[in-house]
């Protein structure tokens, strides 16, 4: 048995990302919820802000943002962009977040989000309590770190962090299925477990022959995904 409620935001989780918007010299940061894919071909995105949120005057003169995915050990970092407006405070500065330059547009990406989206607006809605920018992802970059043996990035290695009515959450690592696998055939069923598992050895005795060297919390470092 069900219960019936009146109509509501209840479609979760939802990604918990920072919004970047202005330049390097003159940037804003926003935590959104309401982001999402809208398309495949072009790839495009959106972000729904309430117009009297400081961001939103400068992503609508600009016609451009940065989407910087997060983990869940930036929640508290995460949780205070939201709470506290840009026009009061440098929250890059309060919150340590270091800028990178993108590649197409001139807002700047956070350095330690393990992935950013750059994109270019292309139509603006307004909705009611917030105005949806639809915008072109024009640009991917993503940590080195993410991208396994066969140059495959896996983003389940990130920690990402989702938003669940009013709560922040990680998102699990345990994978149940792969595109496609309720239709797949056993043979080949039996052929991707079998590399699988060659995988995870060839994995094993690459991490007992490899020389030990220390590793950097954070190299700032950012790979390029997407093509032209």
């Not at 069900?2 to 109509?7: A, Q």
Request: charged share 30%; net charge positive; hydrophobic share 35%.
């Amino acid at each position: 048995m069900k219960r019936s409620m009146k109509p509501g935001t209840m479609l979760y989780p939802l990604p918990a990302v920072l919004v970047t918007g202005g330049d390097m010299e003159h940037s804003t940061v926003m935590t959104a919820a309401w982001t999402g894919i809208v398309n495949s071909d072009p790839p495009m995105t959106y972000v729904s802000i309430r117009p009297e949120r400081y961001s939103y005057g400068i992503i609508r003169e600009r016609g451009e943002f940065v989407i910087n995915l997060t983990t869940a050990d930036m929640a508290k970092d995460v949780d205070y962009a939201g709470c506290v407006s840009g026009k009061k405070q440098d929250k890059f500065e309060k919150l340590g977040f270091v800028k990178e330059p993108g590649e197409i547009v001139k807002a700047p990406m956070i350095a330690q989000c393990p992935v950013n989206l750059e994109c270019r607006v292309t139509e603006v809605k307004e909705l009611g309590s917030h105005t949806m920018f639809l915008a072109e992802i024009v640009r991917v970059h993503a940590d080195e770190k993410l991208f396994d043996a066969n140059d495959r990035i896996c983003l389940e290695k990130a920690g990402l962090l989702a938003y669940i009515h009013g709560g922040y959450l990680p998102l699990g690592t345990r994978k149940l299925g792969t595109f496609g696998y309720s239709v797949m055939k056993p043979k080949t069923q039996k052929k991707k477990a079998a590399e699988s598992r060659k995988m995870s050895l060839m994995k094993k005795k690459s991490k007992h022959s490899a020389p030990k060297k220390k590793e950097s919390v954070f190299t700032g470092k950012s790979r390029l995904v997407s093509k032209d």
